[in-house]
Each structure stands twice: as C-alpha cells, then as structure tokens.
C-alpha cells in the first residue's frame, strides 16, 4: 500500500532513514550524526547517545553535517564526519565525531571548538537509558571521586535528579548481561525524563546548578567521550521481543475502567473561528469546553463574553482555565475576575487557577520565583467563585506539578498538560513518549491519591514554553523541539497519537481528557491555508469524535504482544462492544485479534500506517 507522506505526516519532508551499524551482537541506527535503539543480541541497551547543542531558550541546533564516512565489516564499524552550529551574531560552533563499534563495546568521542566563542546552555552527550523493563531495577553508579554506590533506576517519578557526579552507570541488560556506560571529559548527572513525557532516563553533560547559559571561550578545544561496554557471561542470544516478523497478538486483558470525558481548548484568540464552526463542534460533542483566560495577555470582559456565547451553543460543561498575575493580592485579582464574569454573563461549571508565574520551570539549582503561597489563591478562588467547582495543578506540564506540588486540600481535582516535543521531535521520540504515559499518571496517582484527576490541552505543537522566553516558530513545517506548530498535527500520525495516548491513560481514571482545540494550530479544522482532507477536518478529528461518543462506557484493556507498535483497548456502552485498535508505526502492521473475538472480521487485521480501527465483538 503506497499512502502519500503528507497524508502521513502533515508534510512531505519525510525523517531519513537511519543507517544501521553492526558489529556482530552490538547494533545501532546513525540519525543526523547520533546514535538510536542501542540494541545487544535484539534488546535495546540504551535509547540514545547524542552529542547536542541548546541555544539559551533551550532550544537544539539542528547541525550541519560535512566530511560524513561510514566504514563498516562483520566485527566493526566506525564513523566520522564534521558539525557545525551557525549560533546568533556570526558565531559558530564546530565539531569533530568519531564513532566506534566492537561486538562488545561502542565509543563516541567529539571535540568541539568555536573560533569566535560560543553561547550555550548546553554542549556535549545525552545518553537515554529506555525506561519499560528499567524503571525501578538496580543500577551501580560511579562517580566523579571514584566512589561506587548501589541504587535503582526511579520507578516513581523523581522531580530531582536521581544521579549526580557521575562518571559511568552500570545495569542489567537481561540475566547474564551487564551493559557499563562510561562518560568522559566533564561532571554527569541524570534527569528522570519521564517528567516531560520522554521515554527515558537522561544522563546530560554539565550539572544544571551551574550557571546557564554559558560561554564556549574561542579556540579551546571541548573534548568528551561516552563508551558503552557489554559484559556478556553466556554469550546466548534470544528473539527480541516483539520481532519475530509474524502478526502482532492481542488478548483481552484483566484492567477495567470508565471512560474519561473529553475536553476541547478554546482561546481568545480561536473564540470566533470556534463558534464560526459550532456545527463542527455539536458532531465531536466534547463534554467540556476548556477556555483559556490570561488577564496578563490583555484577555478580559470581551473574551469572557465570547466563552459565554459558546458555552451557551454547547451542550456539554465548560471549565475557566485562569493564570492568575498574582501582581497584586489573589483575592482582589480573583473578585475582579469574578466582577468580570458577571458583566459577561458567563458562569462556568469549574475553574482552573494557577499563578501564572508558575507556568514557568524552576530548574534544579534555580531561585523560586516570588508566588503567594497556593493555599492563599485557592482560598481566593473560592472566595471569589462560590458554588464552582475549583481546580489546581499547571498549567504547564507534570514536571512542574512534581516539582512544586499543589496542596489540594481546597482542590476538586488535579490537572497539567503534556507535551511530545520538549526534547526532541522526530517521529520515533513522538511516539516513544506515549511509553511514559503510565508512569505519570501512576505518579500522579501516588502524590494524590483518588483525587479527582485532569490532562490537557496535551497537544504535539507546543502551545508555552516553560523553559525559555517563547516556543519555537516552524514556518518550513519541519519536526523541531518546542515548536509552536508541528506539521504532523494535520496528519494521520496526530490521529493515532491521540488514540495512542488515550490508552496510554486510561487507568489513570481521569475525569477529562483533552487532545485538542476545535480550530487553530492545535484543531481538530484546519484553516483555509492547510488542506486536509473531509472539508477541512483534520484526521485528529476522528479519535477526539471517537472518544467523545465513548465517554462513560466501560473499558477493558486489550495486551499487545508489541505496545510499541500496536495499542488496544475493548470499549462497552449501550451500542455494544468493540475493540479499538491503533498501528503507532509509518509501516503496515499485521494484528491477530482472534484472541478478542471480533464479530465481524477475521482473525488477522492488516492496519495501515498509523491507521486506526474498530472491531464490534461477538457477544
């Protein structure tokens, strides 16, 4: 089957291909110059080793690739080629490679030099340990001074890092596998990445304490090496999971649930396009509609009487999402927004408060900035808006709300938001995200409990920039981190991500989900510029209707033999029961399902490219 990459991707720029390098057990894919799915004997060791370089926005330099020569027998590999960095006000930044590979070992060595000096918040290795099958197993971790300690990797999510003053992390691929990472030429630590929905622990170059950003002095030569050792007893070899080449299995699993509602995002700014398409809008029939309101972005009276118009149209609930300035006390700022209100004649059925300053990160080694003690605004908000529901958490991401987390004794629920393209934007990280999914939610779970739980507006292009001064502007519609529009969001790939990461989540027992807004960068429309195909509908739009007309039905888990390749889930309301089924990969996927007992299908399901499906079952 030959499907148009822009139907795919929202684009046709395509991600190459990587280059696979062998050298007898050991295996890894060579993408724009780093290295991926480190893999000993088919089982991933490490998720990455990447030499990166971040502007002071935290924003990754996409370098230029010169000089590239790849080598390669049945025992060994090696590749070299030349990096350059084009940095603001004519400065550069340019770096030497060298890739080499052994069956039982693998070094990746860079020296970096800037002829005019170099800003940056971060130059050097991230090397990505995979998180399923690693969370929670012990790890050896040798530091700086020599010292040797016995730990496990976070099993929970931790908001700090979990290794500092690291020289080399030592753990268990599979029994009788030991896998040593050895990092040279500067001081380690590990960030737990599943904070940011990241499928990975990171070991980054440079403790974030340090001063940032920081200056690369001109003509001196940076030099650091990562080396990856195996320590193989057996010297057996086994199938990797998950690749035996025949169809995926799926079986019905124990794991019961209800449905979440979904919920749709509404700015200021999208507030006319969205009742302009109240007719788009009443067939998704989202349960909530989420609106934004940020009185330091000038929203007032006039975006609160807008919200009242639609929440007027729509049949479902509606909840205020409000960054509260905190410039002034949050009880006179909150009246005031509840004297707004009243003149716009709009009354939502919950509200979403947070000081706004909070939407910001506090990074490791960073002064807290100045915020009224949340217990105060909470009290504001219920002060303010009596008779509503009120919510707390971020309106940023989980890596806030674990970092500076809400006391929710004044909270009717708990919410935050996630994002795919934080660290990284190809399509293999996208997707991969979707693998720390659970762990946040689980986390979430152990810091409160059965509180009443949201996500969203969780969306691939990134609607704020916690991390630096402004999201990234995409006008070639490239795959880059921290971007304010992805071209995949007008894809199929965003339809069966959201599809993916509802799974993802549904043993979280949340209240409300929400993937998306009705129109703009973020919608299940497209504009008059962006063509799609269904008048203007994105693909999106299927899983958000979808998931609208299942909320409150009952739902059983459904185990893929690979969930990194295909998800289920088997959903019961009163039109009956069926299985919903999503291919997360650009390739076609064969899905024996027979284990399900589909009604009206036959044992195999052969689901296109990021294809969705559903199954009614037998009875």
């Not at 998950?242 to 979440?260: C, D, N």
């Not at 990284?424 to 739980?453: M, N």
């Not at 292009?461 to 795959?479: I, K, L, V, W």
């Not at 009952?554 to 019961?572: D, H, I, K």
Request: charged share 20%; aromatic share 6%.
């Amino acid at each position: 089957m030959t499907i148009d990459a822009f139907q795919l991707y929202g684009t046709h720029l395509v991600d190459p291909p990587p280059v696979r390098l062998k050298a007898g057990k050991l295996e890894a894919d060579l993408a724009s110059g780093n290295l991926r799915t480190i893999r000993y004997d088919g089982t991933e060791v490490l998720r990455a080793i990447s030499y990166l370089v971040r502007d002071r926005d935290w924003g990754t330099y996409s370098p230029e690739i010169a000089d590239l020569k790849i080598e390669q027998s049945d025992d060994r590999f090696e590749v070299t080629y030349l990096a350059r960095c084009d940095g603001p006000d004519d400065t550069k930044l340019i770096i030497d490679v060298r890739i080499v590979g052994s069956p039982d070992r693998l070094a990746f060595e860079a020296e970096a030099i800037a002829p005019t000096g170099f800003e940056t918040n971060r130059c050097g290795f991230c090397i990505l340990h995979p998180i399923v099958g690693v969370a929670g197993s012990p790890a050896t971790v040798e530091q700086v001074d020599g010292q040797i300690v016995a730990t496990r990797f976070p099993d929970v999510i931790e908001p700090w890092q979990p290794f500092k003053d690291m020289r080399a992390i030592t753990h268990e691929v599979m029994p009788g596998v030991r896998a040593e990472c050895r990092m040279e030429g500067d001081t380690f630590e590990m960030e737990d990445q599943r904070n940011w929905s990241d499928a990975s622990y990171k070991t980054y170059v440079r403790p974030l304490a340090l001063p940032w950003p920081y200056e690369i002095v001109a003509n001196r030569p940076v030099r650091q090496k990562t080396s990856l050792v195996i320590r193989d007893a057996h010297g057996s070899t086994r199938p990797p999971p998950g690749m035996s080449g025949g169809a995926i299995r799926l079986e019905l699993g124990a794991r019961t649930g209800t449905m979440p509602d979904i919920g749709v995002i509404v700015t200021p700014e999208e507030a006319d396009a969205t009742l302009s398409a109240k007719s788009v809008l009443s067939q998704v029939a989202p349960q909530e509609l989420l609106f934004h309101f940020d009185p330091g972005a000038g929203h007032g009276v006039d975006a609160l009487a807008q919200f009242a118009v639609l929440a007027a149209a729509h049949r479902g609930r509606s909840t205020l999402e409000i960054a509260l300035p905190c410039k002034s006390s949050p009880s006179s700022e909150a009246a005031e927004i509840a004297r707004q209100m009243q003149l716009a004649e709009f009354r939502p059925d919950a509200i979403m408060i947070s000081p706004s300053v909070d939407r910001q990160s506090t990074p490791p080694g960073s002064k807290w900035p100045d915020c009224p003690p949340l217990d105060e605004v909470y009290a504001a908000a219920h002060a303010a808006f009596p008779g509503i529901r009120i919510g707390g958490g971020m309106l940023s991401y989980f890596t806030e709300l674990n970092r500076k987390r809400v006391p929710d004794g004044q909270l009717d629920f708990v919410s935050h938001c996630t994002n795919p393209i934080v660290h990284a934007a190809d399509d293999l990280s996208v997707i991969q995200t979707l693998e720390a999914l659970p762990f946040i939610t689980r986390s979430v779970r152990a810091i409160y409990g059965d509180k009443p739980y949201r996500i969203g507006p969780s969306t691939i292009p990134m609607r704020q920039n916690p991390y630096g001064s402004r999201t990234m502007d995409n006008p070639e519609g490239a795959r880059i981190p921290m971007a304010n529009r992805d071209p995949r969001h007008n894809g199929r790939f965003a339809e069966a991500f959201a599809l993916g990461y509802a799974i993802r989540v549904l043993d979280a027992g949340l209240e409300c989900l929400t993937l998306s807004a009705l129109s703009g960068p973020f919608g299940l429309i497209a504009g008059p510029a962006e063509p799609t195909e269904q008048g203007g509908r994105r693909p999106l739009f299927n899983t958000v209707h979808t998931l609208s007309r299942l909320a409150g039905a009952s739902w059983q888990e459904c185990v893929s033999s690979s969930p990194s390749e295909v998800l289920s889930f088997v959903a019961r309301n009163a039109a009956g029961a069926r299985l919903h089924v999503v291919n997360l990969t650009g390739e076609e996927r064969k899905v024996d399902c027979g284990a399900c007992r589909p009604a009206d299908a036959g044992k195999e399901l052969l689901l296109a490219p990021f294809a969705t499906a559903a199954l009614p079952l037998a009875d």
